[in-house]
């Protein structure tokens, strides 16, 4: 068909917002993919001053050499592809192909190595392990399909995308950025030079992948502005790596972020939209690693396309100096490839339908592991869903199945098999232990890694434990919703507690991983047919510490900061609530009677008083049960945290956690020896309230 | 027969029998063609022979048409005063126009005019009359507009260039006259404003009309699907519409419209994406409820493509996405039904696609009563049967909905297409298909242009700045639209200019 005319738009020509946008979404994609990983491994807390430095140095470099380069395109406005076809001696010719086969062997590796890349994401997050051949042949047939329709096109799309990839994800950093604990950003310093330097190293070369743009440059509208797009790019990439890396950090913490495969997607699973539209986001927003991923991998195949042209070009393409991507020769080829790619993907479409219908699934919202002798017991509730009722749903009774097996993935394996559904863990909501398996370390273990392991097992799943947790698994217990809804709101409805008080998959998987850390696990038991908490138990460093009851676990919140407001009665039977808590504490060295060095932790918690039936009292009635109030909530306070160390054996303020951030030298003494350090400790907490005039 | 002149036509001569031969010749078994004799002046001495399609004439003598007026005046003067006052035209008719040979005159009358031959006068008159049957001017079918005006385009496209002129009173509106179509004659007209249309746009669509041969053009839509480039996409490279008002916006903005004699539908090029979205009121209202609806009609056009689709997604593959409470109840909505979820779906869009069909082609009436028995009864007994799902119901009429919001038919129709597309890529590949599908779209879009322009602009560089693109997803309030969109000639982007502004700045 005959070309069409160039009016409006520069056909081959890419303008400078294009190849910023394109370039952007080209190095975000896959350093956010990577590098949060690799950073934690090396650089753990410094990562950010590695990402930082890393893309400083690639910035400028890129723009020198661009800048460089621009200077050499003939013509630089409006100039084709340089032509290969004028390559005067033979040496030049040699030395033009020899450059054009390396580059080609380069590009074509890269461009491997992003399609297993992209195909693996797709794999863990969108399908089963049944589709690795479709995805594999769809995206080379779409990257075919992009490329035949050139650069211009190429960069269009991400032009377009641009927006609707950077704005739901800044609104979802922003969401998950409310979760966010500042002091997992501590210490800074301490990995080490040699790791940090190596850090430093990683990153430089995942934005020296911005070389790509001197490729890009013949294809430029304006050459020389290149650079500046370029370094750009860098920036801004940099900035928003940073942001998710601090946020990541906050949430996960370097030991769990090295072990997770793509944080920055699990990222997005944790992250809660208000209002609850979506219970999930992960598979929504994996559609920005999908489209910046496939951005890359297009990019390899069309300038690897374009290094086919210069090594064999066409009589055509030779005359019109547009390498292997344009010209008759190119569109042939790329044709027949296409082609065949279609009848291989048409192929595998046959034979590759894994899906299951919603009524062919099974979706246990509470799982119980309850005691056993050996291997599991492991008990299922899930909404019976045979009703023709739409409106039944959650309401609808749970049907109980428990199955007994070696390890977990068996135990699903076999209630898959005798339900003949499939068990979709989605949307999980309660997790009953029996008190016997959380005391054992090594099973727990076992069970945590089941959880890491399975990609689909919701990580904000709540957490309990049960003297007998098969007991609630028997039978149907007329709780009017199901098991597992039931347990949630049990938790959920409590406004005193903030929601980060509420323990879940995802906090015993933080413990699993460093070995540290401190949750109240709520500990039910069955009161009149239902069950209910009657207290909590603290887990702290993958170890049972024993129980906080009901009626103290208020305590236990205020001092680990997860108290919204606290209610309760005087000993003189006045009823108070103290709101607006605040918290502010700092861990210092105070020398000990052997010219040791003791770690001293002082707490000053703040709040607003609120007396009920303060208005038939006296102001100076008022001031004088502050006082007491204060006086009595600070003593309570301080022997309870006393006897949690003592009786325990537990941090209950959880302040090893915090200790980088109050005291490096501290940290630095007790890093390696936690227990040590909680032996030492002496805390000491202050409580002052503020009357609130009526 | 007289001899033929050089272009091998029939030279009008002075000897009357002679031309009424020939005409009679060319017209032989057209029992639709009239040919009249009759005697004119006062003393009845000058034959004339009238020619003219039946009803395409009004009856002369009764009617105050320009042929009836002319004919009154020559049968009244002397005889020897008809011919002179035939060759000066001083009958008053202002479009008479003298045809040189037989094959003019014949194809004049075939475009509705009455010919008129006059015995010693070596030409013939083409004399307008009311001339093919048609509409007249109405309401428009669709484009309809909560404010403004309604008025539709007819059948004739001299009706139709009139009422863009009425429009856009300004003597640097053109209208190029083509015919197009060997055996039909259509007249085609090219209507623009000399200094806004680009020049390069013009020689390129009148390039494209030469560019083929067909014996008949009956509708602008066949001429459209001549003269695009891309053929192969589902999406429409020329706009439509049945509106003058939406026309002579066009126009204004630089861009060409084509209009076909025998069609209502005119075509607007070039035209992108963003065009298709926008409604003529969109301008007639205020730019916060403009934005808002134009906003929603992006959404339906994405949807209009998608929900289906994305619903076999989630349900079958990524249950995870969902509210637990919401997924309980569509597993719940399921038990029973006995087809898998993509069959219900397909069900159900075709069922919706044959009730849309049988609604175009039955009589008006009757149409309400199909989607009354399509909505209610289809729909609720299909849900009773259990053979589809309460759920999908639910998805095929909200997809329903949003196709028809889309303002443009031949534009909502690509998402009606790709809309299965993406059907079949969910339910075998869920959300992987969903992005699978969504990346070809974008890249056959991104490929796509019309006359130069592509069709994603004003969300891609369009190559020439961007400054007038402020009109896209928004509606920019009045004052602020002051330039015209990238189709206009660069010199002449302002289209709107404070006179108190620089009157302020002149009298400080």
Same mark, same amino acid.
């Given at each position: ?11 081959r ?38 990402i ?14 661009l ?31 020899? *450059? ?11 461009g ?26 769809t ?9 035949? *329709? ?47 330097f ?7 070369g995942?934005?020296m992948?911005?070389l ?62 208000p ?16 489209f910046?991923?496939f951005?890359?991998f ?14 064999w ?7 019109e ?28 479409l046959?034979?590759?339908c894994?899906l ?66 499939v068990l ?6 309660a ?13 727990m ?7 890491i ?34 347990l ?62 009901a009626?103290?676990?208020w ?17 003189d ?5 103290v709101n ?16 040791g ?15 009920s039936?303060?208005?038939?009292m ?6 004088k ?47 390696n ?22 | 027969m ?17 031309n009424?031969r ?34 395409s ?5 009764l009617?105050?048409?320009?042929l ?46 009455a ?40 059948e004739s ?12 009173r ?12 060997v055996?039909s ?29 067909i ?76 934005s ?16 289906p ?12 996405i ?9 597993a ?17 869009e ?30 609720q ?12 119901v ?9 196709s ?12 009606r ?29 991104s ?62």
């Amino acid at each position: 068909m005959e070309r069409e005319r160039t009016l409006f738009s520069n056909n081959r020509k890419v303008s400078i917002r294009q190849m910023k946008r394109l370039l952007f979404l080209e190095l975000f994609g896959i350093s956010s993919l990577i590098l949060p990983g690799l950073m934690a491994r090396f650089c753990q807390t410094d990562g950010i001053f590695a990402i930082a430095l890393g893309a400083a140095a690639a910035g400028g470099l890129i723009k020198w050499l661009l800048d460089q380069a621009a200077g050499r395109i003939p013509g630089a406005e409006g100039a084709d592809e340089p032509s290969n076809g004028k390559a005067g001696s033979y040496g030049r010719r040699f030395w033009i192909k020899s *450059r054009a086969l390396l580059l080609l062997a380069l590009f074509c590796l890269a461009g491997g190595f992003l399609l297993f890349l992209l195909t693996a994401v797709i794999e863990n997050q969108l399908l089963d392990a049944g589709f690795i051949w479709i995805i594999l042949v769809t995206l080379l047939a779409a990257g075919g399909y992009g490329i035949a *329709r050139g650069i211009e096109c190429r960069a269009r799309i991400y032009e377009i995308l641009f927006w609707f990839l950077v704005i739901p994800l800044l609104i979802m950093l922003a969401i998950a950025a409310i979760d966010v604990d500042p002091d997992y950003w501590l210490p800074v310093f301490a990995c080490g030079w040699k790791n940090f330097f190596l850090g430093t190293a990683i990153c430089f070369g995942f934005f020296m992948l911005s070389l790509l743009s001197l490729c890009m440059l013949p294809f430029c509208a304006k050459p020389k502005e290149a650079g500046r797009a370029a370094a750009s790019a860098i920036r801004w990439t940099a900035v928003l790596d940073i942001g998710l890396y601090l946020i990541l950090l906050g949430i996960f913490q370097p030991e769990l972020l090295m072990s997770l495969k793509y944080p920055a997607i699990s990222l997005m699973a944790m992250a809660q939209i208000p209002g609850g539209l979506f219970e999930r986001q992960d598979a929504l927003m994996t559609a920005i690693w999908f489209f910046s991923l496939f951005a890359l991998f297009n990019s390899f195949i069309f300038y690897g396309v374009l290094q086919t042209g210069r090594i064999w070009p066409g009589k055509k393409e030779k005359k019109e100096g547009q390498g292997g991507a344009g010209g008759k020769t190119g569109k042939i080829r790329i044709g027949i490839v296409l082609f065949l790619i279609l009848l291989a993907a048409v192929a595998c479409l046959l034979n590759g339908c894994g899906l299951k219908e919603p009524e062919q699934r099974l979706y246990p919202l509470a799982l119980g592991v309850p005691q056993a002798e050996e291997g599991y017991d492991i008990s299922y509730a899930w909404p019976v869903t045979s009703g023709n009722d739409s409106s039944t749903g959650a309401a609808s009774p749970d049907a109980m199945e428990t199955f007994k097996a070696r390890s977990l993935f068996e135990g699903e394996q076999e209630a898959s098999e005798n339900t003949d559904r499939v068990l979709d863990f989605n949307h999980l909501k309660a997790l009953v232990l029996d008190t016997s398996v959380l005391a054992k370390t090594g099973k727990m273990e076992e069970l945590l890694a089941y959880f890491i392991e399975n990609e689909n097992m919701a990580w904000n799943t709540c957490v309990f434990v049960m003297d007998d947790a098969s007991g609630i698994f028997e039978k149907d217990m007329g709780l009017g919703k199901s098991l597992g809804i039931y347990l949630e709101e049990l938790v959920q409805s409590r406004d005193d507690r903030k929601e980060k008080a509420i323990t879940t998959i995802k906090d015993l998987i933080d413990q699993y991983a460093q070995q540290q850390g401190t949750a109240l696990i709520p500990q039910l038991s069955v009161k009149d047919g239902k069950p209910v908490i009657t207290a909590y138990r603290v887990y702290s460093a993958m170890h049972d510490h024993g129980t906080v009851s009901a009626k103290d676990a208020w305590m236990a919140d205020l001092l680990m900061g997860n108290a919204r407001y606290v209610s309760l009665t005087l000993e003189d039977g006045t009823y108070i609530t103290v709101n607006h808590i605040r918290i502010e504490r700092s861990i210092a060295p105070a020398q000990d009677g052997n010219n040791g060095r003791t770690p001293v932790e002082t707490m000053e918690i703040r709040g607003n008083l609120e007396i009920s039936g303060s208005t038939v009292m006296s102001a100076k009635d008022r001031q004088k049960l502050r006082g007491y109030a204060q006086e009595q909530i600070q003593t309570m306070l301080n022997d309870f945290c006393a006897k949690q160390r003592e009786q325990n054996k537990v941090d209950i303020t959880d302040s090893f956690q915090k200790l980088a951030g109050y005291d490096r030298t501290l940290w630095e003494l007790y890093r390696n020896n936690p227990e040590a350090y909680g032996k030492k400790l002496h805390t000491d907490i202050r409580f002052s309230l503020k009357l609130l005039t009526a | 027969m007289t001899e033929k002149n050089t272009k091998g036509q029939h030279p009008v001569v002075k000897d009357i029998r002679i031309n009424i031969r020939n005409y009679q010749e060319l017209f032989s078994d057209c029992s639709d063609i009239k040919m009249r004799q009759m005697l004119l002046g006062k003393e009845m001495k000058v034959r004339c022979m009238i020619a003219y399609i039946e009803t395409s004439v009004g009856n002369m003598m009764l009617e105050k048409s320009a042929l009836g007026q002319t004919l009154n005046r020559l049968c009244e003067i002397p005889s020897e005063s008809v011919l002179a006052c035939v060759e000066e035209n001083s009958m008053g008719i202002s479009d008479a126009a003298p045809m040189d040979t037989i094959e003019e005159a014949g194809d004049g009358m075939l475009s509705g005019d009455a010919i008129l031959f006059v015995d010693g006068y070596n030409k013939a008159l083409k004399i307008p009359d009311k001339g093919y049957p048609g509409k007249m001017v109405s309401d428009t079918e669709s484009e309809k507009v909560i404010r403004g005006s309604n008025e539709g385009f007819t059948e004739s496209v001299k009706m139709n260039t009139a009422l863009i002129r009425k429009r856009i009173r300004s003597p640097k509106v053109k209208v190029k006259e083509k015919k197009v179509g060997v055996r039909s004659k259509t007249n085609v007209d090219l209507v623009y404003i000399e200094d806004l249309a680009d020049p390069d746009l013009l020689k390129n669509i009148e390039d494209r009309l030469e560019r083929f041969e067909i014996d008949g053009i009956l509708d602008s839509g066949m001429v459209e699907q001549l003269t695009e480039s891309s053929w192969y996409s589902p999406f429409p490279q020329f706009q439509t519409t049945l509106r003058p008002d939406r026309a002579a916006m066009s126009i204004l903005e630089g861009r060409i419209v084509l209009l076909a004699d025998n069609s209502p539908a005119a075509l607007i090029l070039p035209t992108d994406y963003n065009s298709f979205i926008q409604t003529s009121d969109d301008y007639y209202n205020r730019w916060e409820i403009a934005s808002f609806t134009r906003l929603l009609r992006y959404a339906a056009s994405f949807l209009a493509m998608v929900l289906p689709g994305l619903y076999l997604a989630v349900t079958n593959f990524h249950t995870q996405i969902l509210p637990t409470s919401l997924l309980l109840s569509f597993a719940s909505a399921r038990q029973g039904v006995p087809f898998p979820g993509i069959v219900e779906i397909l069900l159900m869009e075709l069922a919706f696609e044959l009730l849309r069909e049988a609604g175009v082609r039955l009589p008006g009436a009757m149409g309400n009563t199909i989607g009354i028995v399509g909505g209610l009864i289809i729909g609720q007994a299909a849900v009773d049967a259990n053979i589809v799902s309460a759920m999908v119901v639910i998805v095929v009429a909200f997809t329903a909905l949003c196709s028809f919001a889309i303002p443009n038919e031949e534009f909502a129709t690509a998402f009606r297409l790709l809309k299965f597309a993406f059907i079949f890529l969910c339910a075998f590949l869920g959300f992987y298909g969903f992005l699978l599908g969504l990346l070809l779209v974008l890249i056959h879009l991104s490929h796509l242009e019309s006359f130069g322009i592509p069709y994603m602009t004003p969300f891609v560089s369009p190559g020439q700045g961007s400054k007038g693109e402020r009109d896209s997803l928004i509606r920019p309030p009045a004052w602020v639209l002051n330039r015209r969109p990238v189709y206009a000639s660069p010199g002449e982007r302002v289209r709107l200019r404070r006179k108190d502004r620089n009157q302020k700045e002149s009298e400080s």
